[in-house]
Structures are given as C-alpha cells and as structure tokens.
C-alpha cells in the first residue's frame, strides 16, 4: 500500500504520517 492509501483507510493526520516517517522511514510502508 502506498502512504496516501493508508491515509485514506485508516483517516490518518499527515502530521502524524510524517512523524511515522522520520521515526521509521518509508520501509514501513
């Protein structure tokens, strides 16, 4: 899944995302 459709689904804050993002980078996603 790609970060916009994770957003998508679970409504998720783009602040938050990008926290998730500098915390683990994008190999969560």
Known sequence: MTR???M???KIP???L???IA???TQKF
């Open 4 to 6: 916009l459709q994770v």
């Open 8 to 10: 998508e689904r679970y």
């Open 14 to 16: 783009k602040t938050t």
């Open 18 to 20: 990008y926290r998730w």
């Open 23 to 25: 915390k683990y980078g």
